[in-house]
T-cell receptor
């Protein structure tokens, strides 16, 4: 079975500072990895995804993430955050197309990013 | 990107009544749609997978007679909360995957429905 651990429930940071949101996953087979953002009372928006190839993935709003297979991690980073980045961030995994099985997304518990002026 | 529309955005109902939530894929066909429930400050919990033209697959612990799912077309899935009670109050979110696109790996989410049962 797959699982996702987001190590920090809350991350406070000042505006224009860099930030890293941590995500570790567990799976015995290959997976796809995703980061989603959720603003209050809204659905989820995809920030970026790792399917295969280059381990450094760039997404929207200046975010990027690096897939590290040996450490089973997929940490999200942004070099300079804005007030508007304040939101809930979810890491998720899904079995890849060659792993077969059920194709549902499994989410981490979420990390609340709070950007302060 | 593809758009998933969820309606209503919020609903208040009396205890004992039923509420229907719609999830539509506006510009793509979705063989599969997913229904999630989210409690305040918590992650998304998958309730069921909605398959067009067949019965939904419910996750363990989710009452299928309580949460009725119908996926009658490739663009519409509905979740009906039957005989709602205050403990059913929550944020419900649907997602869908594009059946035909090479971007089938990505799920698109609706904006969510805030259900309050009084």
């Amino acid at each position: 079975a797959q699982s996702v651990t987001q190590l920090d429930s809350q991350v406070p940071v000042f505006e224009e500072a860099p930030v890293e949101l941590r995500c570790n996953y567990s799976s015995s087979v290959s997976v796809y990895l995703f980061w989603y953002v959720q603003y209050p009372n809204q659905g989820l928006q995809l920030l970026l995804k790792y399917l295969s190839g280059s381990t450094l993935v760039k997404g929207i709003n200046g975010f990027e993430a690096e897939f590290n297979k040996s450490q089973t991690s997929f940490h999200l980073r942004k070099p300079s955050v804005h007030i508007s980045d304040t939101a809930e961030y979810f890491c998720a995994v899904r079995l890849n197309m060659f792993s077969g099985g059920y194709n549902k997304l499994i989410f981490g518990a979420g990390t609340r990013l709070a950007v302060h002026p | 990107g593809a758009v998933v529309s969820q309606h209503p955005s919020w609903v208040i109902c009396k205890s004992g009544t039923s509420v229907k939530i719609e999830c539509r894929s506006l510009d793509f066909q979705a063989t599969t749609m997913f229904w999630y429930r989210q409690f305040p400050k918590q992650s998304l919990m998958l309730m069921a997978t909605s398959n067009e033209g067949s019965k939904a697959t419910y996750e363990q612990g989710v009452e299928k007679d309580k949460f009725l799912i119908n996926h009658a077309s490739l663009t519409l899935s509905t979740l009906t909360v039957t005989s709602a009670h205050p403990e059913d109050s929550s944020f419900y979110i649907c997602s869908a995957r594009d059946h035909h696109s090479l971007k089938n790996t990505e799920a698109f989410f609706g904006q969510g429905t805030r259900l309050t049962v009084v």
